[in-house]
């Protein structure tokens, strides 16, 4: 609990008060990897105006810290929160601590970056937001979803979109090359779009072609673009996912250090659990799933095309080192939600009596008609996610959206991923110290997108401020139960203004849109 106190009664007049609210007895973590100390941070009109020694009595309010840690509110580089202007509070990554958000990755953004971010004038959110301009809603825009390369006219116009977005204030380019329809892209085309986000300084942040059997690959591409395009390379949730490449992300962090050394600038970001979430139809091949749900029915109708979409599944199982779909577990199916929470082996056990995996696949293959289906894939390596959040270019970031609280069963990293980090990981583990995990939420994500008065306490800086007990602090979300909120946070600030009050949103809506920074 915190205690907040007002002052200004006891005070002669209003006008001697310099500052709206003062922190007072905690340690300040900065968010630069420093190590904590003890300092008061003054806050007026929305910014740090002073870290030090200050006089309680010349605020309008005290926060009194109680000896807890004083942090830059968390800023998440990696969410998908097209819909958040319908959700405008984002309790789940208010309560981990998240202040900040960056939307439109994995491919997917608004194709309209100056009006997406205007709806801040007549729908005021509790959180910071900046968008990237992605590759494949740009695309579908222009090609639909079709199977090819774009004629010279398309690239035109898929160029002129990035650059008008980029106008707009997005702060990079986002690809999803796994998904229909990045997937489509040849490497050319992504290229030519990212030396146009590069010429107004975005970075390109991609969920990469391949983070299975083939992500040594994958991870080439991306830098490849990079260094192509002379722009910085952000690597989405950075991972391997396939149990034959489990224990060599020494090797897949090798690629990204090598780079460093030639000079591109690349980091990644992460989420601290060993299952991915994605859709059900990226299991399939991307071949099968161009143009859209209807046409991939008429191509499975054919049977000599089911017996390829059969060898291939079964080839990239192989490869990945999974005997079957018992890592694949359902979050949410609407045409059936009695299958959520349950794995495709057991799904095609209750369903068809026998689970072989043609049996399994044939179960896939009916999901998809109906609609398809959103995933949790436990797929991970533990020894890989530690390796991985170990390094210094690795940020933390959910990959999640703004949950409707107690709807299907997601990935518990969207109401615990930073919770998570900070409990398990640095207290329980000890895997990174408290005060580095903290500059992979905030300084680091700040650097990565450009976002210069934030991510630190500083003078001058944004009072995006989070206040927590680093002994209490839980990740309670679960595979199993993820719609519960995470503990030990006691005040999460935005803008100056009290979002969370450790136990209740306040209702306040103080967040503001980051825009691509211009001069
Ligand atoms: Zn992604």
Redesign the pocket.
């Known amino acids: 609990m915190i205690i907040i106190s007002s002052t200004s009664t006891t005070l002669p007049q209003q006008s001697s008060t310099e500052y709206d609210l003062v922190i007072t007895n905690g340690r300040v973590v900065d968010g630069t990897g420093n190590p904590w100390f003890r300092a008061s941070i003054g806050i007026k009109d929305g910014k740090i105006v002073k870290v030090g020694h200050i006089d309680p009595s010349t605020a309008k309010q005290v926060i009194d810290a109680q000896n807890q840690i004083v942090a830059p509110g968390f800023i998440d580089v990696h969410t998908h929160v097209e819909d958040i202007f319908g959700n405008p509070t984002a309790e789940n990554f208010v309560r981990m601590g998240v202040t900040s958000l960056i939307t439109g990755?994995?491919g997917g953004s608004a194709t309209e970056i100056g009006e997406f971010l205007g709806r801040f004038k007549e729908k005021p959110l509790a959180v910071n937001l900046a968008t990237l301009i992605a590759h494949g809603s740009v695309r579908a825009k222009v090609m639909g979803l079709d199977d090819r390369a774009p004629t010279a006219e398309e690239q035109q116009k898929m160029n002129a979109l990035v650059e008008q977005g980029m106008k707009d204030g997005a702060v990079g380019l986002s690809t999803?090359l796994i998904y229909v329809p990045g997937t489509y892209a040849k490497t050319d085309e992504v290229i030519e779009l990212a030396k146009v986000a590069a010429r107004y300084g975005g970075t390109y942040a991609s969920?990469i072609r391949n983070e299975e059997a083939h992500v040594v690959e994958a991870i080439n591409e991306a830098i490849n673009i990079g260094e192509q395009a002379k722009m910085p390379v952000e690597i989405?949730?950075f991972k391997i996912s396939a149990k034959s490449l489990w224990g060599k992300s020494p090797m897949t962090i090798g690629l990204v250090k090598a780079a460093r050394d030639r000079g591109l600038t690349v980091t990644v970001d992460q989420y601290a659990y060993t299952a991915s979430s994605?859709s059900l139809d990226s299991r399939m091949p991307s071949w099968v799933l161009a143009g859209g749900r209807a046409e991939g029915r008429k191509r499975l109708a054919d049977p000599s095309t089911r017996t390829k979409v059969f060898d291939e599944m079964k080839q990239e199982l192989k490869e990945r080192g999974f005997k079957d779909y018992s890592y694949a577990y359902v979050a949410s199916y609407r045409a059936n939600p009695e299958f959520n929470g349950k794995n495709i082996a057991e799904i095609t056990q209750q369903v068809r009596g026998k689970k072989k995996v043609d049996e399994q696949i044939e179960q896939i293959l009916e999901m998809y008609d109906k609609g398809g289906a959103s995933m949790v894939y436990r797929s991970m390596s533990e020894g890989d996610v530690q390796n991985i959040m170990r390094e210094p270019f690795t940020m933390i970031a959910s990959?999640s959206g703004v949950r409707e609280f107690g709807a299907g069963v997601p990935h518990p990293r969207g109401y615990g991923n930073n919770a998570r980090v900070l409990g398990h990981y640095v207290r329980d583990l000890k895997v990174v110290t408290l005060e580095d995990a903290i500059r992979k939420m905030t300084s680091l994500p700040a650097q990565t997108f450009n976002l210069r008065d934030r991510g630190q306490i500083r003078e001058g800086f944004a009072a995006d401020i989070v206040i927590f007990d680093e002994t209490k602090i839980t990740d309670k979300a679960t595979f199993e139960q993820p719609h519960q909120y995470a503990e030990g946070f006691s005040s999460v600030l935005v803008n100056g203004k009290l979002v969370f009050d450790g136990t209740k949103m306040t209702g306040l809506m103080p967040g503001v849109a980051l825009r691509r920074i211009t001069d």
């Open positions: 990755n994995c999803g969920h989405s949730h994605t990959d």
